[in-house]
C-alpha cells in the first residue's frame, strides 16, 4: 500500500516541477516599469498586452536570434533565448495609467498579472516548490527540490530548509556565471541556478524521512517602489502535500495615499488544459484514498485520544516554560539594574564634553563642506592619550544616496583609511554617520580639523565617485560619546526576527559587525549570529544556561555562566563557525558582562558586585 501511494506522490511531483515555470510578473521604479514574461518554450511568437488590452510588443525568435517590435514609441521589448525571457520597459510612467491587469500571450496560453503601483509587489510575488524522491544511495535517499519565482529574488539568494531548519543557501553568481553554495560551486547533483537567476535545485541527503519531514525554501524580495523587503517562503511534506507559502516583511512599506490594493497573486492562467492527463491522475488519486481509508477509520479513535492527551501535555509545557521565562526575566531585570547601579558608582566620568559652534568650512571645488559643530577638548583633559573616538555626523545633499555612499564606504574603508590623521573606525546601519578616530591636537586647531576633514572627504568622495562640480553644501558635525544618557535621543531603527530554537527567550543581544548580530536564547543555551542584510542565521549549542554575553573583538565574544559559576570565551568568524576558546573560573555566580577597555571585561557577581577582569594578566579583581 505504501508503495502505491509513494509512486502516485511521485508522479504528482515530477509533473508539478514544470507547471509554474510560465508567468508574468513586473518591477517598478520611481519612473520605471518593466513588465516580464517567462516561457519555457520560446520558439513560437510572444504577444504583451496592457491594462487596456492594447498590444504593445511582440517577439519571435528565429536561429535564437529575437526580432522585437514595439507598438508604443515609450515602450521598448527585449526577449533572452537562455533565460527564456521576454521583458517590455517604460519609462517616465504614470502610475494611475499602468494600474491593472496586463497579460502575456503565446498560442492558446495566456499569462496575466496585477500591476500595482501603491500595493507594491508584495501579493503578486509567489515562491513554488516541488520536487521528488531521488534514488537510494546506499541507504540514504535523495530529495530533489526545485524552488521558482516568477520575480528575480534578491541578490539571486535562495535558502533551503528542512523541518524549519536552515540546510543550505544556493547563490547565482552573475559576474562570474557560477551555482554557489555553503561549500563552493554547486555540483550538478548538489544544486543548480537558472541563468535568469530566479530557478534553484538542491537535493537533500537523508537518512531518516517520514510523511511529516517538511522541505522548504524561501527567497529574499526587496520593493523599491514603495521601500519595502519582504520574506517569502514555500514548504511541502513528504507526501506531496503544498502547505500554507509565508510572507516575512523585513522593513514595512511606505504608506502611500492612493486607496489602492492589489486583487490577486501573478498566478499563471493556462487556457489550454490536457483534460485526459488530468482526469487519469485524480482517477489514481481517487483509488489511492478509498484503498487505505478503512485502516485509517480504524485507528481513527486511537489517534484522537492520542492527539488529546498530547494537547493536554503541550499545554502544561507551555504554561511551565512561560513561568520559566517569566522567572528568568525578571532576574535579568534585578541584576541589570544591580548591575547599572554598581556601574554608575564606579564611573568617574561626571560630565559631558562643551562643544563649539562656528562656521568652519572648506570648498573642494563646487562643494562647500561646513564644520558646524565639533567638541571643546584640550590636551591636558587626556594626559595619557593622544585620539579620540568621535561621531562624525554628516547632513548631505537630499539628492544623495546616502545608503550607497555608506556601502561604498564599508567595501572600501582600507582605501580610504590609508592615509591622513582621521581613521573610520565603523559605520552606522542607516543614516550618514561614521565613528572615526581623530588625534586630539587636530581638533584644539580650526585649521588643522578643516585641512583634515577636506582631505578625508577628497577621499570618500574619489571612492564613491561623486560628482562635486555642481554647487552643494554638506554640514558636517563631531561629538564625543562621553556624553550622559539624558543627552541621547533614541530613533527606532529596524526590528527582526529570529526563531533558532522552540520558546527562544533571549536575554543578550549586541551588534558584532555591520551586518551581523550576536544573541543568546537561555532556554535553548544557544550562540547565534543574525546577518541582518540575508537573513542567514547559525547557532552553536552551549554547555549550559547563559545569561550575558559581551563582543571581546572582532574575533571573540565572552559569555556568563551564573550556574557553572565561569565566563566562557568563543571564535567567530564571519563564515558564522564558533568554536569554544578557554574557560574563566569565578567564585560566585556570575551574571552581567560588559566590555570596559581593549583588555579589561567587567562582570557582576552576586552579593560580591562588579569584578574586573584583565584579560592579559588572567587576574579578576574587584573594581573601585
Not at 501579493?123 to 516548490?129: A, C, G, I, M, Q
Not at 564606579?346 to 562656521?359: D, L, P, Q, V
Request: some cysteine.
Amino acid at each position: 500500500m505504501n508503495k502505491i501511494l509513494l509512486i502516485l506522490t511521485l508522479y504528482i511531483l515530477e509533473d508539478a516541477v514544470f507547471s509554474e515555470i510560465p508567468c508574468l510578473t513586473w518591477e517598478m521604479t520611481s519612473d520605471k516599469l518593466d513588465i516580464i514574461c517567462r516561457l519555457d518554450n520560446v520558439v513560437l511568437p510572444v504577444s504583451i498586452y496592457d491594462n487596456f488590452e492594447n498590444e504593445l510588443g511582440k517577439c519571435v525568435f528565429k536561429d535564437f536570434a529575437a526580432f522585437c517590435s514595439s507598438m508604443n514609441k515609450l515602450a521598448n521589448i527585449t526577449a533572452s533565448y537562455s533565460k527564456g525571457e521576454f521583458k517590455l520597459s517604460f519609462t517616465n510612467v504614470t502610475r494611475s495609467l499602468v494600474k491593472g491587469e496586463w497579460s502575456c500571450i503565446q498560442g492558446t496560453q495566456t499569462f496575466k498579472t496585477t500591476v500595482s503601483p501603491s500595493a507594491g509587489i508584495i501579493s503578486s510575488t509567489e515562491v513554488f516548490l516541488t520536487g521528488n524522491i531521488g534514488s537510494d544511495r546506499i541507504s540514504m535517499k535523495t530529495v530533489n527540490m526545485s524552488c521558482f519565482s516568477c520575480r528575480e529574488p534578491h541578490g539571486n539568494h535562495v535558502e533551503f530548509l528542512m523541518n524549519h531548519h536552515s540546510v543550505d543557501n544556493v547563490i547565482y553568481d552573475r559576474v562570474t556565471e557560477k551555482c554557489l553554495h555553503k561549500d563552493g560551486e554547486c555540483r550538478p547533483d548538489q544544486c543548480t541556478c537558472s541563468n535568469s537567476g530566479n530557478w534553484f535545485t538542491y537535493t537533500f541527503d537523508i537518512t531518516d524521512i517520514t510523511a511529516e519531514t517538511k522541505f522548504s525554501c524561501g527567497m529574499r524580495f526587496v520593493d523599491k517602489l514603495i521601500s519595502t523587503r519582504f520574506l517569502k517562503f514555500s514548504t511541502v511534506i513528504y507526501d506531496g502535500k503544498a502547505m500554507d507559502r509565508k510572507t516575512v516583511i523585513t522593513k514595512a512599506p511606505v504608506i502611500n495615499p492612493e486607496n489602492e490594493t492589489d486583487v490577486s497573486p501573478n498566478t499563471p492562467v493556462k487556457e489550454d488544459a490536457n483534460i485526459t492527463k488530468t482526469g487519469l491522475k485524480w482517477s489514481f488519486i481517487a483509488i489511492a484514498v478509498v484503498l487505505p481509508v478503512l485502516l485509517i477509520l480504524t485507528f481513527c479513535y486511537c489517534i484522537k485520544r492520542k492527539k488529546k492527551i498530547q494537547q493536554r501535555v503541550q499545554k502544561l509545557a507551555d504554561l511551565a516554560m512561560q513561568s520559566n521565562q517569566d522567572k528568568s526575566l525578571k532576574i535579568n531585570q534585578l541584576y541589570e539594574e544591580k548591575f547599572r547601579s554598581k556601574l554608575t558608582e564606579a564611573s568617574k566620568i561626571t560630565g559631558s564634553h562643551r562643544y563649539k559652534e562656528t562656521n568652519i568650512f572648506t570648498k573642494m571645488d563646487q562643494l562647500l563642506i561646513s564644520i558646524v559643530k565639533y567638541p571643546d577638548v584640550k590636551m591636558e583633559d587626556y594626559p595619557d592619550r593622544t585620539t579620540l573616538d568621535v561621531l562624525l555626523q554628516v547632513q548631505a545633499p537630499s539628492d544623495w544616496n546616502e545608503d550607497e555612499i555608506l556601502e561604498i564606504i564599508r567595501q572600501k574603508i582600507d582605501q580610504i583609511n590609508s592615509g591622513g590623521n582621521i581613521k573610520i573606525k565603523e559605520t552606522t546601519l542607516e543614516n550618514f554617520m561614521l565613528i572615526v578616530e581623530i588625534k586630539i591636537a587636530t581638533l584644539n586647531k580650526e585649521e588643522v580639523l578643516k585641512n583634515e576633514i577636506e582631505d578625508i572627504f577628497r577621499i570618500i568622495f574619489l571612492q564613491c565617485d561623486i560628482d562635486i562640480t555642481q554647487p552643494n553644501t554638506l554640514k558636517v558635525s563631531i561629538n564625543t560619546h562621553n556624553k550622559k544618557p539624558s543627552d541621547f535621543e533614541l530613533a527606532f531603527i529596524r526590528s527582526f526576527v529570529v526563531q533558532k530554537g522552540k520558546d527562544a527567550f533571549f536575554t543578550s543581544c549586541a551588534v558584532w559587525s555591520d551586518d551581523h548580530y550576536i544573541l543568546i536564547d537561555r532556554n535553548n543555551t544557544l550562540l547565534i549570529t543574525y546577518n541582518h542584510r540575508t537573513g542567514d542565521v547559525q547557532s552553536v549549542n552551549l554547555r549550559n544556561e547563559p545569561f550575558s554575553m559581551a563582543i571581546i573583538d572582532n574575533n571573540n565574544v565572552a559569555i556568563s555562566f551564573p550556574e557553572r559559576q565561569e565566563i566562557d570565551i568563543y571564535s567567530v568568524s564571519t563564515s558564522n563557525k564558533f568554536a569554544f576558546r578557554e574557560f574563566i573560573k569565578v567564585d560566585g555566580k556570575c551574571f552581567t558582562l560588559t566590555k570596559k577597555e581593549d583588555k579589561t571585561l567587567l562582570v557582576y557577581i552576586e552579593e560580591k558586585g562588579i569584578h574586573s577582569f584583565n584579560m592579559s594578566k588572567k587576574n579578576l579583581n574587584p573594581s573601585t
